[in-house]
């Protein structure tokens, strides 16, 4: 698949960190891909979770590493445009395919998506990464439209992961990154983003760009989003204390570059 990225979108996602790309996954990819997505929910697997246990009534749940085990999810990561999209974003002759993640929030469900970084959490360091983050339904300020804070992603500051489920905050207390600053409580200072979108639309972000999601408040309309994450020809290895776990160890040496048989190259794909 071969993206149809412009020079325009190149140039704001330099300086925004984001950009919104307008159907770049037909009906039968958004097909594909809602009809994994059911058979996920219906047998979680074993990193599932629901973020809104314990916070609010509804559900948010969350899976990751469902390209493993499922061959839609596994096509959408490696055979969509969706890598052509990260590399011509990040400016890299090639894409390794990083991991999936799941995001569904069911209608009535108040959980918000708390104001975060992605690099913080994870053991990459390096700044060709990027999420290309697929709409699955309409989506609004009613149910959950992710917003970016534009340029952040240069601010130059690491900020401490921040749990998205009530009760893990013990997993970052002895993190000495520091806090992300409270956002929400002055807006007005920030150039925050946001885009209603169809599915099929995706949005493109950087890892280290501060975004965040208010919650489901609607009683109708589902939030169902599929974030694939890739990286770049400067990205590589960095098991740091306090990065998250993957289903196995990758059996790269601190430093190295991210491809591998857990990190497959993507783009340009094989003849």
Known sequence: MISSVSETNVAD?????????????????????????????????????????????????????????DPDFRAAALESSAPAIAATLM??????????QLFVKEPA???????????????????????????????????????????????????RPTPFRKGHE???????????????????????????????????????IVHGAPGNDTVGARRRGLSLRYTGDDARYDPRPGTFQFPHQPGLTAGAPMTCDLFPRVWPPRP
């Open 13 to 69: 996602y330099e300086v925004d960190g984001v950009v919104c790309l307008r159907a770049q996954f037909d009906t039968s990819w958004v097909e594909r891909i809602r009809a994994a997505v059911e058979r996920d929910l219906a047998t979680p697997g074993p990193n599932a979770t629901n973020f809104a246990e314990g916070s609010s009534a509804g559900k948010f749940f969350g899976d990751m590493f469902m390209w493993r085990s």
């Open 91 to 100: 400016g890299s002759a090639h894409a390794d395919f990083f991991y999936d």
């Open 109 to 159: 469900t108040a959980h918000p998506t708390p104001w975060h970084q992605d690099q913080p959490y994870w053991p990459v360091k390096g700044w060709q990464i990027a999420s290309v983050w697929i709409a699955l339904d309409r989506i609004d300020g009613s149910n959950g439209a992710i917003e970016f804070i534009a340029g952040s992603h240069k601010w130059g500051v690491n900020y």
């Open 170 to 208: 013990i997993k970052f207390t002895s993190s000495d990154l520091q806090q992300i600053p409270d956002i929400d409580a002055d807006r007005r200072k920030y150039d925050i983003r946001c885009w209603d979108m169809e599915p099929g639309d995706c949005l493109v972000f950087h890892a280290m």
